[in-house]
């Protein structure tokens, strides 16, 4: 029998990784009516917005990548903590073998999966105490896509393209900037940022994420730093970024700024980079029977995503011409790729298969299990459950490609494959060999697992499942699979664009603000 205070964090769980709160899903509505819904920006918003109630009405995670489960606990003086740690232990082990969470405790030195998200560190669970009776239980799970895309500038600094950034606020304001430019699409924008500012290397990034425990609607009670807010949110949003790096006015979604006291010799700015899916609740326990009280954040239910919102500025905007759509079917031909251009829209149909980090590197020196000639990677680790009729797909969406920069271009070349469907774009030495060999980099919207999920119509089978569900190759058949062509055989590439545009915007920012 599992306690109740176990039972409450289950659920905390369950809805932390599958319903977004109502804060976040008005900030995401209010981006679909700041864009075309036509523009790339436009669409992945729809799909986005689909997305997060696909989630909810299935109870599956909004995002595969279920992040590093960080809990932060207020308890009455006195209350046993030892007890309430294995609560959440062993909540988090029921979720993840209930396809609420993914398996994502991997040990660092050996890279295996423990399979039940329990490991050293794993998860990361912080107590204070208070003076009262009701203990306050708060739940982030941050990927680890984003987790990538946090930084830490140590003042003074030279920072690209905003020159010197001194110990005061004007060099503050030239980090934050900067870390909302570095992210580009790959933290899954539009995001939210956590800026501490202060402490130590690990105070100041600790300060950064309990920031992203706030309301998106809260006032700074500190006025220098509630105009710090302001600014970056207005200014960056001026950078063209996009959503999922594809151009556009939205690239931020909130920021949120703390302050603690530093050393003399230091002065940190620690930026925490959190993609839309922004998947952090809360709940206020009775002291005594660890029953749910009350949500800490308003619930997402009732705030629908899907309403034709915003329909009436898309008319007043400038109205994009609709992006080509072109179906394929897989195993692609050379002709087929070569044929397509940044901007298509490619509907792909047939079997592609999943591989990432570990498949990459394995492949550099081994043989494929499987033909892959004319094939399609798909850079995703699923949430996988099986029963008796086998496995079942319950998340799968793309994961950052740049990190198979060093491997993507062999690899293609050496397995005769055609395309990868990732997100966030990869480097000049992949772009080389899709114009060299014929290859297409496909981008399919960041975070959107439940969308993708229902277009995989089979699992044909597995590889490598010795490296754990989410590195596992396997075999998925696809029917409707929807992506975006942003690097081409041609030499084109959208995020090498972008991020030249957004540099360049970047710079216009140089000037000092807060003197
Ligand atoms: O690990 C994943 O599936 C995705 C990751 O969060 C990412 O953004 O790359
Ligand atoms: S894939 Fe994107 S949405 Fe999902 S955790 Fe990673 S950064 Fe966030």
């Known amino acids: 029998m599992s306690s109740s205070f176990e039972q409450s964090m289950y659920k905390l769980i369950v809805e932390t990784s599958t319903n977004l709160p109502a804060d976040v899903r008005r900030a995401i509505t209010a981006a679909r009516e700041a864009e075309d819904r036509a523009t790339r920006a436009g669409l992945s918003l729809s799909t986005i917005a689909q997305n997060i109630e696909m989630a909810e009405c299935n109870v599956s995670p909004i995002c595969q990548d279920t992040g590093m489960p960080t809990f932060v606990v207020h308890t009455p003086v006195g209350a046993n903590q030892i007890i309430m740690k294995q609560g959440i232990r062993n909540a988090i082990a029921r979720a993840t073998k209930d396809g609420k969470l993914r398996t994502n405790s991997v040990d660092s030195l050996t890279g295996s999966n423990t399979g039940d998200n329990l490991g050293p560190g794993t998860p990361v669970i912080h107590f204070e105490q208070w003076e009262r009776d009701d203990v306050d239980v708060r739940l982030i799970l941050k990927g680890g896509g984003c987790e990538n895309k946090n930084i830490q500038y140590s003042l003074p600094a030279e920072i690209e393209g905003l020159g010197k950034a001194g110990r005061d606020l004007d060099g503050i304001r030239k980090c934050v900037l900067h870390a909302v430019y570095q992210a580009q699409g790959q933290g899954c924008s539009a995001g939210f940022i956590g800026v501490g500012i202060g402490g130590d290397r690990t105070t100041g990034y600790e300060l950064a994420k309990q920031q992203l425990f706030r309301k998106i609607e809260d006032v700074n009670p500190i006025p220098e730093l509630q105009q710090l807010e302001e600014y970056i949110m207005d200014k960056a949003n001026q950078l063209g970024i996009g959503t999922m790096g594809f151009g556009g006015n939205v690239t931020l979604l909130g920021c949120k700024v703390g302050v603690n006291n530093r050393l003399p010799a230091s002065f940190f700015v620690s930026v925490a980079y959190n993609c839309w899916a922004y998947r952090r609740q809360g709940v206020v326990l009775d002291g005594t029977t660890h029953e749910i009280k009350e949500w800490v954040y308003e619930g997402g239910t009732g705030v629908s995503m899907t309403e034709e919102a915003g329909e009436a500025s898309g008319e007043s905007a400038e109205v994009a011409a609709k992006p080509k759509e072109i179906v394929l079917q897989m195993p692609l031909t050379e002709e087929d790729v070569r044929s397509l251009k940044v901007g298509d829209v490619v509907i792909l149909n047939g079997e592609m298969h999943t591989g990432r980090d570990a498949l ?119 029917e409707g699979f929807a992506a975006i062509v942003t690097m081409d055989s041609h030499g084109n590439s959208l995020h090498a664009e972008v991020d030249k545009d957004s540099k360049a915007k970047l710079a216009q920012f140089k000037d000092p603000v807060f003197v």
């Not at 055609?418 to 014929?438: D, N, S």
């Open 360 to 478: 990459h590197k394995h492949l550099m020196d081994h043989d494929a299990p499987i033909d892959l000639n004319g094939g399609v990677i798909y850079h995703c680790g699923p949430v996988m459950l099986k029963d008796d009729a086998g496995w079942h797909v319950k998340a799968a969406g793309p994961t950052t490609s740049i990190r198979e920069e060093p491997y993507q271009g062999d690899i293609m070349k050496k397995f005769g494959l055609r395309a990868v469907i990732g997100k966030g774009g990869m480097g000049p030495k992949t772009l080389a060999a899709l114009q060299e060999h014929g290859g297409v980099y496909l981008n399919a919207v960041g975070g959107a697992a439940q969308y993708y999920a229902e277009c995989i119509k089979n699992v044909n089978g597995v590889d490598f499942s010795e490296f754990g569900i989410p590195e596992a190759m396997w075999h998925l058949q696809v």
